[in-house]
């Protein structure tokens, strides 16, 4: 990607050393989705916006994909407490339907112009009045508050699951409803195998299955994702 230079995640002195003259800002995923769901880590984050104002950058937080409730926050970075100066949303903003949004500082604003950021269907009332609707929902059925209490428990089945079949599982990450649980092997013919059994699971990064349920998923429902990845796993040996 030009114009970007990468540094390793939750290496804060490997991000400062890439700090030169024509540092603009620090772009930062809080929980990495594709690569195999990998928070960042609450110290990383607060380090990255401690560089940021010491060398007069702005912090960036993709929240496309661990946004809006996903975590139990409406933002992944709150669990840190740190505040970025622009945001980008997606995903779960629409519900389903295609929308994208960006969230820029006070401060920061005034580098977007009339016209400097446009898209040949952004700002259309039909996805904003989708995404209000999805707000709605969120507010009025309580939903953070129900992600942040079913993924506690929902994460703590998983790591039981993950201790019975340490032969097939290495780790379990991520918070609320974006869960990462690490294997030991491809995850290909479990994928299959849970998708017989009625479980819809996607692959991300090295050998890791993702599991992102919708935010009004039931107790009953994620215990049921419990129970059928234990009876798959378990027919595994
Ligand atoms: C964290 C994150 N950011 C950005 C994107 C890209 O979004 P788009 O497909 O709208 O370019 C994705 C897509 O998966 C994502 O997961």
Redesign the pocket.
Known sequence: MPGFAFGELNNLPSFADLIDDETAAIFV?TI???SGVNPCTPEFLLGLRRLCDQHNLLLLA?E???GIGRTGKFYAFEHAGVRPDAI?M??GLGGGFPI?AIWVAEGAAELFQPGSHGTTFGGTPLACAAALAVLDVIEREKLLAHVSAQGVRWLAELNQVAQAFPQHIAAVRGRGFLVGVQLTADPAPLLADLRERGLLVVPSGNQVLRFLPPLVATAAELDQATVILRAALAAKG
């Open positions: 995923e990495q989705g594709e993709d496309v994909q661990c980008a997606a995903k994208g």
